[in-house]
């Protein structure tokens, strides 16, 4: 059974950092891409940051360009976000997606449960 844990979220001021983590079970964690996503209150679910199975290639959303890093360890199956310069409207659930494939231009088909970032003084 897949699972994908996020944890790492909370409550930060403007400027702040926040280290999300998603733990993952039940699949082969490095033959899969895997991404992050966000979805604010009346918003749509918004591309974060996604990462191919070995680490080697990244992409990212325009808003968190040179503000947020994604990474992974394969060994301990788990994708990271580091997010560095938070702004308000940074403010939103994120959540941890699966990809089908290595290759995360091929869609994600498991999503975890969210956790919540808030960014505000």
């Known amino acids: 059974q897949v699972q994908l844990v996020e944890s790492g979220g909370g409550l930060v001021r403007p400027g702040g950092s926040l280290t999300l983590s998603c733990a993952t079970s039940?699949?082969?964690?490095?033959?899969?891409?895997m991404t992050w996503y966000r979805q604010a209150p009346g918003k749509e679910r918004e591309l974060v940051a996604s990462?191919?199975?070995?680490?080697?290639?990244?992409m990212y959303g325009d808003s968190v360009k040179g503000r947020f890093t994604i990474s992974r360890d394969n060994i301990k199956n788990t994708v990271y976000l580091q997010m560095n310069l938070l702004k308000p409207e940074d403010t939103a659930v994120y959540y941890c997606?699966?990809?089908?494939?290595?290759?995360?231009?091929?869609?994600?088909?498991?999503w975890g449960q969210g956790t919540q970032v808030t960014v505000s003084s």
């Open positions: 039940g699949f082969s964690f490095g033959f899969h891409a």
């Open positions: 990462i191919s199975s070995t680490g080697g290639r990244s």
């Open positions: 997606g699966k990809g089908v494939t290595t290759d995360y231009l091929r869609g994600f088909d498991s």
